[in-house]
């Protein structure tokens, strides 16, 4: 009898196991092995990535099969912006890893071969009740910019050349737009530095990617000429499209929402962070010194202290409400040349970048 109840149980333990075996691999399991079943060919994915309760973020993200690639990104708010990158790509495992000018990589889990996962900075996953999620498209978007550029500019017998410190890719320059006032800038620098023809001179322009035929080099359309950089060249490491946080003068745009006008005002409210944690700013009526601790996306303001000046009207409101935005802040973020001030979800200031460092 007991015999029996044995071999009955072995009986039902091997059919269990039989069905599971079954079970498991008729599951499809969106996982993916190797880079080429992502992007055989240019790849366009789009998804929101707005965190609960925050205005809309979109991200447009395209991948070349020559690993490069180009990000938009887009806030609903204030007004609909967008911002633009670019850089390189490399998969390893399930990994999309994102190199650029920021100081933390982009990264991405791969789901399939349609589908791509915003990852944390550190790589973790995101808890959310969102997925945070890249879907590709069915179309490719080249995300043509305008997208702000630093790269070696010269002078060669089919034209000028721009060679992309971010991605290493050579581009035309087209004569359109700003494409003549460049030319004209870097012989003036070619003279002025005695520098023997066709020399690479670093530049940062603002310019829209013009594809062209296959047998074509790629152009650019130069729309605003920002710097000559005569006496560098690209960095070992990927050179910042963006503002660096710490050093450049931050010019106030708009505080708790509404909107200040700089060019109107002969010297605006402006910050700079400098090193060792030590800010310098003015209020557009005072001077003000404090501390800063920085830390990721992390950043707070502390022990202020200010010139006593008399502010009436608008600088005196101007100059409580940018104490009141510094005393509140826990967080910033970039968003191309332009820095935001924030307190949980909610934007207290948004600044513009004004010089180069």
Same mark, same amino acid.
């Not at 069905?19 to 060919?41: D, F, W, Y």
């Given at each position: 009898m007991l015999n029996s109840v044995r071999y009955a149980i072995r009986i039902l333990l091997? #059919?269990?196991? %039989?069905?599971?075996?079954?079970?498991?691999?008729?599951?499809?399991?969106?996982?993916? %092995? +190797?880079?080429?079943?992502?992007?055989?060919?240019?790849?366009?994915?789009?998804?929101?990535?707005?965190?609960?309760?925050?205005?809309? =973020?979109?991200?447009?993200? +395209?991948?070349?099969?020559?690993?490069?690639?180009?990000?938009a990104e887009r806030f609903s708010q204030p007004s609909n912006e967008s911002f633009y990158e670019s850089?390189?790509?490399?998969?390893?495992?399930?990994?999309?890893?994102?190199?650029?000018?920021?100081?933390?990589? *982009?990264?991405?889990?791969?789901?399939?071969?349609?589908?791509?996962?915003?990852?944390?900075?550190?790589? *973790?996953?995101?808890?959310?009740?969102?997925?945070?999620? #890249?879907?590709?498209?069915?179309?490719?978007?080249?995300? #043509?910019?305008?997208? =702000?550029?630093?790269?070696?500019?010269?002078? +060669? /017998?089919?034209?000028?050349?721009?060679?992309?410190?971010?991605?290493?890719?050579?581009?035309? /320059?087209?004569?359109?737009?700003?494409?003549?006032? #460049?030319? *004209?800038?870097?012989?003036?620098?070619? *003279?002025?530095?005695?520098l023997p023809v066709a020399t690479p001179v670093l530049v940062t322009v603002t310019a829209e990617y013009a594809p062209q035929k296959a047998d074509q080099l790629d152009a650019l359309n130069i729309h605003l000429l920002d710097r000559f950089w005569p006496s560098r060249t690209c960095p070992s490491m990927p050179m910042s499209p963006s503002q660096p946080l710490l050093l450049t003068r931050w010019v106030v745009a708009e505080l708790n929402g509404k909107k200040l006008d700089p060019a109107r005002v002969d010297k605006p409210a402006h910050l700079r962070l400098m090193g060792q944690g030590r800010l310098q700013a003015y209020s557009g009526c005072n001077t003000i010194q404090a501390r800063y601790v920085q830390a990721s996306e992390n950043l707070r303001f502390s022990q202020f202290v200010s010139t006593r000046m008399?502010?009436?009207?608008?600088?005196?409101? /101007?100059?409580?409400?940018?104490?009141?935005?510094?005393?509140?802040?826990?967080?910033?973020?970039?968003?191309?040349?332009?820095?935001?001030?924030?307190?949980?979800?909610k934007t207290l200031a948004r600044l513009l970048a004004d010089d180069m460092y």
């Open positions: 091997s #059919l269990s196991l %039989s069905a599971l075996l079954v079970a498991c691999s008729s599951m499809r399991i969106p996982m993916l %092995s +190797t880079p080429s079943a992502v992007v055989e060919h240019a790849s366009t994915f789009r998804g929101e990535v707005s965190c609960p309760s925050c205005s809309e =973020r979109w991200l447009t993200l +395209t991948l070349f099969p020559d690993k490069t690639y180009r990000l850089g390189t790509w490399q998969i390893k495992g399930q990994r999309l890893r994102l190199q650029s000018g920021r100081e933390r990589s *982009r990264q991405f889990f791969l789901v399939g071969t349609d589908r791509l996962q915003l990852r944390a900075d550190n790589g *973790r996953h995101i808890r959310s009740i969102r997925q945070y999620e #890249l879907i590709r498209q069915k179309k490719v978007d080249e995300l #043509l910019g305008p997208i =702000r550029v630093s790269g070696l500019y010269r002078m +060669t /017998v089919h034209g000028p050349r721009l060679q992309e410190c971010l991605t290493a890719k050579e581009f035309a /320059v087209a004569k359109e737009g700003f494409g003549e006032e #460049l030319a *004209r800038q870097y012989a003036v620098q070619q *003279r002025i530095l005695n008399a502010c009436h009207g608008k600088a005196a409101d /101007v100059e409580q409400s940018l104490l009141s935005v510094l005393r509140n802040t826990t967080q910033y973020e970039m968003r191309g040349n332009q820095l935001w001030l924030i307190q949980g979800d």
